[in-house]
Structure formats: structure tokens, C-alpha cells
């Protein structure tokens, strides 16, 4: 290409050929200009540094007169129901994140005692089933690999589980016992949603692999546009097991979702300034002092966004369980996703 060609392959040149009408700005492609894909111009926007400024925004105190127009606004914009909230008055919530982070009135949400799995959180179904081919679906007919997604399996004692040297071995490894499959399950939490998550099951938390990355919108529309979205964004993968092997729960953030709180887990930073692609972090809750792992009960709070996101469950489970779900249904916490 040439030096002048060069010099009009440039981002802003891009955005005005994707806004302009009627394509103004193609006769540049005679002097061989090309746009950049419209994937490629949203995955160049700084959406961490985005989120750490909006994070900021969140914890300004906001003037007791400005509090009520404010949060009314957010609340007409996404349907929020306050009558659920443990807070109903408004001037209560000092800042946006305090609001964005609102508990609920304890009997809001029952915890359907009659199913092994509930949904761990408000929220939209996206999608569930069985794990095919180590591959799981982000939105109908997109997929993503299940070992990009949760990370290689290290052989180490403080890791649940030993390694794997192909897809075949990989699900192989996850699940432990003989006649059981992988199911998993995708929730999208709106911005309007409740935004904490509790455990959706009886079972142990062994470890966390945290995955600094990207922190692209995870709407279902975003998600059908970008390949293998959830394997790029930052998350928190805990693993561990319950009755019937291999469970694990992960929290994808998303954009202004740069922070992901873990209430048991205190050594966990989301969204660092700085961080190396494709890096991870890992953390065992096995130790010398604690050999059992972090047990959590069906109903308990986990952890929180600081906005909506979405929650990925992967499990192994007998080959009788089944989803009690219709895609693209809305599901409260507490709700019954499946069962034997």
C-alpha cells in the first residue's frame, strides 16, 4: 500500500464511514483506502478505561436535592421494581454504585427448596443444555471453546484437577463419574436487574482462575457479533465440586462491569489498569489450614457486579437432570433452573 493509502487508513476516517450516509466516503477507496471491520473498531475502544472512569463516576456522593431525579430517571430507563428493594427511599443510596449494589428485602426472592440447581441471580436465559463437543453456546448458534473459556487444567496439588491434552480428555477430566454429562447454563443480567449472585447449589469452592481482559458489552446482540466474546472478557471462574462432581460458576464482566466482588475472596482485584493478554491468576482454597475448600449452601450470597453482566454455570450431572427452561425467559433468583 501506498505511503498516501497509508496515511487514510486511520480510526477516525472509519467512524465517519460507518455513520456518514449513503457511503460519502467511499471514492477514497480509489486511492486504496479500506475500513477497518466494525468488530474490529469496537474491540479498539479503551472499554477498561472506560469502566474504571465510570466506577469512579459511581462512588461520586451525589447532592441529597439531585438523588431522587437521578435515580428515578435509572429506574423509569430499565424497569427497576423498588418495592423489592431493602431500601425503598431513594435518598438512602449516597452515590450510583451504592444504588447500582441495592439489597432485597429478605422475603423477595424464596429459594425453591424442591431442585438441586437454582438460578444464582436475575436475569435473562440465554442459553442451557448439554455440553457438546467442549463447546458451549454464548448465544444461539455462536459457540466458544469450554478450555479457553475456564482455563487450561494444571497438575498441581492445589488444583482440583489434573491436565488435559485435547478436547476429548479436557471434558474427560471434568467429569468425574461414570455416566454423567457436562450441562451448562448462560444468564445475562440486564442493567435494570439485581445485581448480586448467590450460590445456585449445595457445594465447595476449591479455586479461582481470574482472567484480566476486554471488557465488551455483553448484551445478546453483542454477543452474536463477536466471536467467542466471553473467552476475551475479564471473568472469575470458581470451581469445585458438588453431589455429583464437577461445578463451577463464572463471572463475566462486562462494559462499566469492570468490577467483580467475590464476598469470601478478599485477595480479588478486577479491572487493573495493566495487565498481559491471555494471562490468568489462580488462588486455591485448599490450604494446609483449610483442606475442604469454601463450602457454600444453595441461596447464599456470593458476590456482586457493579452493573449487570452475565453468570456462566458449567456442571457435571447425571444424564437424567433436566433444565426446567425456556430460552430467552426471564428468571429471578431463587427460581429453579433444573433438577434429577
Known amino acids: 500500500m501506498s505511503r498516501p493509502a497509508l496515511k487514510l487508513r486511520s480510526w477516525p476516517l472509519t467512524i465517519l464511514y460507518y455513520l456518514l450516509p449513503f457511503g460519502a466516503l467511499r471514492p477514497l477507496s480509489r486511492v486504496g483506502w479500506r475500513p477497518v471491520s466494525r468488530v474490529a473498531l469496537y474491540k479498539s475502544v479503551p472499554t477498561r478505561l472506560l469502566s474504571r472512569a465510570w466506577g469512579r463516576l459511581n462512588q461520586v456522593e451525589l447532592p441529597y436535592w439531585l438523588r431522587r431525579p437521578v435515580y428515578s430517571l435509572y429506574i423509569w430507563t430499565f424497569g427497576v421494581n423498588m418495592t423489592e428493594a431493602a431500601v425503598e427511599d431513594l435518598y438512602h443510596y449516597r452515590n450510583l454504585s451504592e444504588f447500582f449494589r441495592r439489597k432485597l428485602k429478605p422475603q423477595a426472592r424464596p429459594v425453591c427448596g424442591l431442585h438441586s440447581v437454582i438460578s444464582p441471580s436475575d436475569g435473562k436465559i440465554l442459553t442451557f ?3 457438546k463437543n467442549c463447546e458451549v453456546e454464548q448465544v444461539k448458534g455462536v459457540t466458544y471453546s469450554l478450555e479457553s473459556f475456564l482455563g487450561p487444567r494444571a497438575c498441581t496439588e492445589d488444583l482440583p484437577f489434573p491436565p488435559a491434552s485435547s478436547r ?6 471434568l467429569v468425574t463419574q461414570e455416566g454423567n454429562e457436562l450441562y451448562h447454563c448462560v444468564i445475562y443480567l440486564a442493567p435494570g436487574d439485581y445485581h448480586c449472585f448467590h450460590s445456585p447449589t449445595d457445594w465447595t469452592v476449591l479455586h479461582r482462575r481470574h482472567f484480566p481482559g476486554s471488557l465488551m458489552s455483553v448484551n445478546p446482540g453483542m454477543a452474536r457479533w463477536i466471536k467467542e466474546l466471553f473467552c476475551h472478557n475479564e471473568r472469575v471462574v470458581l470451581t469445585g465440586d458438588w453431589k455429583h462432581g464437577f461445578f463451577s460458576l463464572t463471572a463475566v464482566g462486562a462494559t462499566n462491569v469492570g468490577s467483580i466482588r467475590i464476598y469470601f475472596d478478599r485477595d480479588l482485584h478486577t479491572n487493573s489498569p495493566r495487565y498481559s493478554k491471555g494471562s490468568y491468576n489462580d488462588l486455591s482454597f485448599v490450604t494446609h489450614a483449610n483442606k475442604e475448600g ?3 449452601r444453595k441461596g447464599e450470597h456470593l458476590g456482586e457486579f457493579n452493573l449487570g453482566s452475565t453468570i456462566v454455570l ?18 429471578r433468583f431463587g427460581e429453579a433452573l433444573g433438577s434429577l
Open 168 to 173: 476429548d480428555s479436557f471434558r474427560n477430566q
Open 129 to 131: 443444555g448439554q455440553v
Open 294 to 296: 469454601v463450602p457454600m
Open 314 to 331: 458449567i456442571f457435571e450431572a447425571p444424564k437424567d437432570f433436566n433444565f426446567r427452561l425456556k430460552a430467552g425467559q426471564k428468571i
